[in-house]
Structure formats: C-alpha cells, structure tokens
C-alpha cells in the first residue's frame, strides 16, 4: 500500500469524497479514509429515507469531476417553484424559477443515491484511494508533513490532512479543537412518502408551531421526501405511530394540500442543533462539512454547506500548488478558514433566526411575521435576492460552483 500522498482525507460522505474528487480531478494523489463498508452499486444502497435539497452551486461543482454525471437519471428529481406558508396566520411566500429565467430552483437527490454516484466518480480517478472499514487512532504532526496511524496499523503521511469525518469527528477531537454545540431541543423525523396529488415540481414548506414541516419533491411525481422538525416528545409520538396513523397526522399537518398520503416508508429521527468548530484549521489540519459546522434543516443548506466547504479549500490548495506554495502551510489554511467561517456563519445564524421568529407566538410577533411574510412575496427585487441567494448563484463563491 502507498503510504506516502499528497492529501489525507478522514471521512468517505458528501464532503470528504467531493474535496477527494476536486483535487484527483486535477492530477494530486490523495487517500480517503472511511469507516463504512464499500457500496458498488446505486442498486444495493441500504435503506436511507434522507433526501437532500441540491443548489446550482453544489450541481456545478459536483459536475466539474463528473459525479453528477454518474447519478441515475430515475433517482434525480428537480423542483421548479417552491411555496412556504405560517400555520399561525395568512402569511405565504412562493418562488418561481422562471422569474430568474432558470428552468429550475435547485434538485432532490436522495442521500445514499448521491453518496453512491460520488464513489463511482472518485474511483474512476487513478490518484485517488478510498480505504474502507478504516478509521484513525493517532495523528503526529510534524513541520513538512503529517502522519495517521490508523486502526490497522498502517503508518501514512501526506502535507495535509482534512477531517470530513461528521459532527463526532475524531479527528478534530484528536487535534484538540473545541466544537460549540446549541441544542435546539427538536427533532427532525424524515421519510419518503406517496402522496395522491402530484407534487408538481414544487418543493413546499409549513411552519407550525413546533417546528416546520417540508415536502420535497422526488421522482416519479407522486413521492415527496419529508423533514418534520418538531419537540422531541412528539418526535417519538410519531416514530411509535402505526403507517396508517402517520399518514393521517402528516396530511392532517400539512393542510391535505397533497391530498391522501398513500404510503410512508420507515422513519427515521435525528436532533438538531447550530455547532461550529472554535477553529476550522491548525497546522496542515482543516475541517470541513459536519466537522466543522452543522445548520437547521429548515432550508436544506447543510449538505450544500459542506461541499462548499470542499471546493473552497480544493481551490485554495491547487492555487497554492501551481504557485509553489505548501499546500499545507498556514497560509493556505487560515484563507481558507477566512473565507468559509464568515460565508457558513451567515447561514447559520440567518437559519437561527427563521427558526426562532416562527415559533415565537407571543403578540405581536405572529402577525409582524405574516406581514413581512407578505411583503417579501410582493416585494420582486427582495424576492429575486433571496432566491439568487437559495440558489447558490449568489455569495463569495469558489470557481467550481460558477
């Protein structure tokens, strides 16, 4: 086995294969270690009822090393409109592609789908290996290089590590970087769902009391991808629930605007919190994705975050290579840190306070909150602003996402 590479990468999921395939793209040597077994095929992913909303930024740079391409056209849906309303009063907002002049406002991919394409597109990259069932013990740095033992006694080495290795990272655990952690006391139940009325291309989004409540479109027309974020006591009331008696609370919740939801496939429920990382970087270290950020689902962002994430620093590390700079160097890394930490924190915190203005029902908020709902809606330049921005066609981007 090489153990000698020019970037080390701990975590196989969104982030950690993207920031894999950027840089084999362009001709490094990189290894990825992964923890989880190896999937082969589209066909053979495991069960995983998490759909993710995908910008035009994240298509783009999923596509520069061809990963887009590699995802099966019957697992891609897109949505062209997207509709958000207050369960607490009149207010609603509803975007439509077309008035950008764009074909659609972004794409559901199931999680493991995406997961699947991505290791194909990186396999197919000769400087690139991906070490399954593997995880770090020990990490030494030294000045021109840093070294992983993992957990099979392998010794490798490469000018930097990146850890993409989710909010339990070890690796940032190991190089001793504090991750600041705000529960937001909720939690998110997610599963597929066939509703009778077509979806329409339309993603939509209700805001209860508890917590919102999205239906994201998926293929063919019938199926949405839920995210219910509500009190963890009634995430585990819906998680005990009979299909049936699930079905009937979803459409009940959601106003039937799809009609009868026929059928849910398994649930399954997550918590959510607002984390970041202290520090994003140390000496030839970086974090990226989960492992340094996590961000309510309210909007989808999270996973588009994190492959941000990797084309930023991808970015960074080819400029400073054809320049003839470390690629490991504090120069490179603390830019890197600059440019993610304020762009991420943005997110974050504009995610935090959505969250908090629509659940607060103390007088006058909910009626503030519906006429400002309204406003926007009727306001087009405010409206196309905020769309440019859901669209990733706006905000400090890295070239891979233009």
């Not at 909010?167 to 001793?176: F, W, Y």
């Not at 993603?203 to 239906?215: I, M, S, V």
């Not at 961000?295 to 990797?310: E, I, M, R, S, T």
């Not at 490179?332 to 935090?352: H, P």
Request: net charge neutral.
């Amino acid at each position: 086995m090489q153990t000698e590479y020019d970037v080390i990468i701990v975590g196989g999921g969104l982030a950690g294969l993207t920031l894999a395939g950027l840089l084999g793209h362009q001709g490094l040597e990189c290894v990825v270690i992964e923890a989880g077994e190896k999937i082969d095929r589209v066909d053979s992913v495991p069960d995983d009822p998490r759909a993710l909303a995908i910008t035009h930024a994240s298509r783009n740079i999923l596509a520069s090393f061809h990963a887009w391409q590699c995802l099966p056209q019957d697992r891609l849906a897109c949505f062209r409109g997207m509709q958000v309303w207050d369960e607490n009063g009149s207010g609603a907002i509803a975007f439509d592609s077309t008035e950008l002049g764009r074909p659609t406002l972004g794409y559901i991919v199931e999680q493991a789908v995406l997961q699947t394409s991505l290791e194909q597109a990186v396999r197919s990259l000769s400087g690139i290996s991906v070490l399954h069932n593997s995880r770090p013990c020990d990490i030494q740095w030294q000045d021109d290089h840093v070294s992983v033992i993992l957990d099979k006694g392998e010794n490798i080495s490469a000018h930097l590590l990146v850890a993409a290795d989710g909010v339990q990272s070890a690796c940032r655990a190991m190089a001793g970087i504090n991750y600041r952690v705000h529960d937001y006391r909720q939690r998110a139940v997610v599963c597929v769902t066939r509703t009778a009325l077509p979806h329409g291309e339309i993603a939509r989004q209700r805001f209860l009391t508890d917590g919102p409540l999205a239906f994201l479109p998926m293929y063919p027309d019938h199926q949405c991808g839920i995210v219910w974020s509500t009190r963890p006591a009634h995430a585990e009331a819906l998680l005990k629930m009979t299909e049936r008696e699930f079905n009937q609370a979803l459409q009940a919740a959601f106003e039937h605007t799809l009609g009868e939801v026929k059928e849910s496939e398994r649930r399954s429920c997550f918590p959510l919190r607002r984390a970041e990382a202290e520090y994003y970087c140390r000496e030839r270290f970086a974090l990226i994705g989960d492992a340094a950020h996590s961000v309510h689902p309210l909007a989808g962002q999270g996973a588009n975050l994190g492959l941000l994430d990797a084309a930023s620093l991808a970015q960074l590390i080819l400029e400073a290579g054809v320049k003839g700079r470390d690629i490991g160097g504090r120069r490179v890394l603390r830019s890197y840190e600059r440019w993610r930490k304020g762009e991420n924190r943005i997110v974050m915190m504009t995610m935090e306070g959505f969250k908090y203005v629509f659940e607060n029902q103390s007088s006058p908020v909910p009626m503030l909150r519906n006429r400002a709902l309204n406003f926007a809606n009727s306001f087009i330049p405010l409206k196309h602003t905020i769309m440019r921005y859901a669209m990733g066609l706006s905000g400090d981007l890295p070239v891979a996402a233009k």
